[in-house]
């Protein structure tokens, strides 16, 4: 359903107890599981029909918070957070031992980033830890930007969307491998490699 009423605290209890919420972002709806609960990331590949072996990325509430699900964080990761987040830009960096293998899809590496949006990081703090979070469609289908759009293509497989209107950008994130001697784009999206080369500098 489309929880138009449902307030942040109705979708955290729900995060909370092992189950899957969809939100607006600064680029498209996602939908979102506790990081820490394998068990709910699992069905977040059920509810997208999403290949096992597609790492799910992690959405945090605060720069800081990094640290959480990353380690061994290069000098030009930390640089590139200060000046991009919030905003548009995951990150691929190494992750913490105590990200599931879910998340990561057993790989050794984790995609972070701090969305540019009110509602999605009032969600994440009140849900008490990050959000492994993917766009809220089916798997190759369109990138929803309304609440209406994730219900069309969800509906009954998740247990809430939280409506906070159209996403401001529509487009995915830019993400970024860290993870080698040079930055590399994965998936083109609104900030360029050129923008961050910029910063680095």
């Not at 929880?3 to 942040?8: E, K, L, N, P």
């Not at 949006?117 to 990138?143: D, F, V």
């Not at 009954?156 to 040079?182: F, K, M, N, Y």
Request: aromatic share 2%; hydrophobic share 50%; charged share 20%.
């Amino acid at each position: 359903m489309i929880g138009q009423r449902s307030s942040v605290d109705r979708a955290a209890a729900l995060l909370k107890a092992g189950e899957l919420v969809a939100f607006p972002t600064d680029t498209v709806y996602g939908v979102g599981a506790i990081v820490w609960d394998a068990a709910a990331v699992g069905k977040l590949y059920t509810a997208k029909l999403r290949a096992l072996d597609k790492a799910i990325p992690v959405l945090l509430a605060d720069p800081a918070d990094v640290t959480l699900v990353a380690r061994d964080l290069p000098p030009a990761a930390l640089r590139i957070a200060e000046h991009f987040w919030p905003g548009p830009l995951t990150l691929v960096v190494p992750r913490a031992v105590r990200v599931p293998e879910e998340v990561t899809a057993g790989g050794d590496t984790v995609a972070v980033r701090v969305p540019d949006h009110n509602l999605a990081r009032a969600l994440i703090r009140a849900a008490g830890a990050p959000l492994a979070t993917t766009s809220a469609n089916l798997s190759e289908q369109a990138n929803p930007v309304t609440a209406q759009e994730v219900a069309a293509q969800l509906g009954e497989r998740i247990a809430l969307i939280l409506d906070g209107g159209r996403c401001p950008g529509g487009v995915p994130s830019t993400i970024l491998d860290l993870t080698q001697s040079q930055p590399r784009i994965l998936r083109p999206g609104p900030i360029s490699l050129e923008q961050i080369l910029a910063i680095l500098r």
